[in-house]
């Protein structure tokens, strides 16, 4: 799978699992300029990208394969989603606690949970600094407990291609 663009290729962690997905659409949570939504769309995917803001994807919302949905993930609403499910959902750089179930949820059978942020110890680095957008150690690992089956998890201290703390994780939703 070909990177989206130059200037902003998707995540390394997201390209490392990608080819794991199995078939079925992918959901791109807080798709901001969509580098994960252009990513699967490259690769001939169904794609939805769901933020706030959907500015960062306006050249996409006429792509026969893109459903682009605004919201606010944050106010308390009932997910926007419902009960469908998707092959994939791809996080990056985004938490917000109380939509855990409802992410976890959104994973099909045998789906794949690909979910990449700051973790305690960034504040020493930059923003985000507070800790209710720093996963604590470990976080992760509990949210998916007894419902995913993990590939591979990381919480580390990164110097490029900028210093900051991050967790990791590919999943895969099962009953195993």
Known sequence: MAA????????????????????????????????????????????????????????????????????????????????????????????????FEPILSAVMENGLLIYETFAAGNERFGRPKNPAFLLRRGELLEVVRGRFRVLAYEDLEQQEPYPACFQRIAAVHSRD
């Open 4 to 99: 989206p663009e130059a200037g902003n290729p998707a995540s390394p962690w997201v390209q490392r699992f990608a080819a794991l997905i199995p078939p079925g659409p992918v959901l791109d949570l807080a798709c901001g300029k969509g580098r994960h939504s252009r990513f699967f769309l490259a690769a001939g995917r169904m794609v939805t990208g769901i933020d706030i803001d959907l500015s960062g994807v306006a050249d996409l919302l006429r792509h026969p394969r893109f459903e682009a949905i605004g919201a606010d993930l944050e106010t308390g609403a009932p997910w926007p989603l419902g009960e469908r499910r998707f092959a994939a959902v791809i996080v990056t750089n985004y938490l917000h606690r109380p939509l």
